[in-house]
């Protein structure tokens, strides 16, 4: 069977991927009444007087919601909520084995920004943390946007900073072994959606030299195409040789690829034009150029999104540990500083003398990553308090 057919059958099985597990058996009329009426009142008193209990005295402290419209799943579009209730279901399962975190799938039957952002807000008592999944650009910049100006809690697109993230450390560590220098790397960005604008506006905040940004168009240009706001910050911060053309024009003498769009854009004789090229064609679940091809045009180091290649590019490397971080600190939001340091943190766990072109990242399975993530989180938390 293929791995569908092999899934499709797994689901069916499973008839949902998470479960409630209750933490406390009810067997005798003393537990009921502790667990439940009337003694449950106490807990209730306290937190009614001071609502930071409710991290304590309740499972809030290690909860996240895990929340999309179903507008943008993993490539397959705008299919809608409860089409994307199995990928939520997945990521929620992810958040629990890797990094011990407790999440929930919330599928909102809208694409109304106000609608969205008032419902997660009036539930966003119950959680300690929000994870947005799935939501359609430029709709969840403003979504996130406002939900941080609202909540006291992380709000994190993991669509945008969870990639990233990821990006970010695969790109530290194919610069060191392709001796590269991070701060005078020219890297070309290819989608400007949520994530490549996130890839953008990190890499930025890391201190990357010069960044070029194309889209289906070619490299932006605000004086000849309709951006939008973000597209059009970043259009002012990059580009510093002020290059035109198409994605080929923008590849050459470029240092670094980094495809967050489509398959089949990139060929060899492309990256032939590159400087000894980092290339991460990370289109899903076909690159922008496969690795063969890229290797054959004389990239140095390749990654993907996928798992049947070296280098893979999985995000799953950073939510649960920034999330589990986040929440032990009882951060309020996820800062720049602690998604920087999060990406340093992946970086590390390739020691030198284990870093080679084809083992730039620990595997996507490793599950002391979560840890060594969160112990960074907390970290540059606590340095800004």
């Known amino acids: ?29 003393e537990e009921l009444s502790l667990v439940y009426t009337p003694g449950v009142a106490a807990a209730c008193k306290a937190i009614e007087k001071d609502e930071e209990l409710s ?53 909102i039957d809208s694409t109304n920004v106000d609608e969205i952002v008032q419902a997660i807000a009036l ?7 929000i994870n947005l999944e799935d939501i359609a650009a430029p709709r969840c910049f403003e ?44 890297i070309v960005i290819n989608g400007c ?33 309709q951006l939008n706001p973000a597209q059009l910050a970043l259009a002012q911060q990059t580009n510093k040789n002020n290059r035109k053309g198409l994605l080929k024009d923008a590849l050459v003498d470029a240092d670094g690829f980094i495809g967050v769009s489509r398959a089949n854009l990139v060929t060899p004789q492309m990256v032939a034009t590159m400087n000894d090229g980092i290339v991460f064609a990370m289109a899903n679940p076909s690159p922008e150029i496969l690795p063969e091809d890229a290797l054959k045009g004389g990239a140095k180091v ?37 998604q920087i340091a999060s990406a340093y943190a992946i970086a590390s766990m390739i020691s030198d003398e284990e870093l080679t072109p084809t083992n730039i990242l620990p595997s996507a399975l490793n599950k002391e990553v979560a840890d060594v993530v969160a112990a960074q989180v907390v970290k540059a938390w606590e340095a800004t308090q």
């Open 1 to 29: 069977m293929s791995v569908y057919d092999e899934s499709m059958k797994l689901h069916e099985e499973l008839q949902g991927k998470i479960e409630v597990v209750s933490r406390k058996q009810v067997n005798t009329k």
């Open 55 to 107: 991290y304590t005295l309740t499972r809030r402290g290690h909860m996240v919601a895990v929340i999309t419209d179903g507008s943008a799943v993993l490539g397959l579009g705008n299919i809608g909520p409860c089409a994307g209730m199995p990928v939520m279901e997945g990521k929620c399962a992810l958040f629990k084995e890797f990094g011990d975190v407790d999440a929930f799938p919330l599928c």
């Open 123 to 129: 539930i966003s008592k119950s959680f300690g943390g």
């Open 143 to 186: 979504i996130e946007k406002r939900l941080k100006e609202t909540l006291d809690i992380p709000v994190f697109h993991d669509d945008q900073h969870g990639t990233a993230i990821v990006v970010a450390a695969a790109l530290l560590n194919a610069c060191k072994v392709s001796n590269k220098s991070f701060e005078h790397a020219t």
């Open 193 to 225: 959606g949520a994530a490549g604008c996130a890839i953008a506006t990190l890499l930025l905040k890391m201190g990357i030299h010069d960044l070029i940004l194309c889209d289906k168009d070619g490299i932006l240009d605000p004086e000849t195409q």
């Open 302 to 338: 390749v990654g993907t999104g996928r798992s049947d290649y070296p280098n893979q590019i999985n995000n799953v490397l950073v939510f649960p540990g920034i999330f589990k971080g986040a929440l032990q600190a009882r951060a309020k939001e996820i800062t720049d500083e602690m």
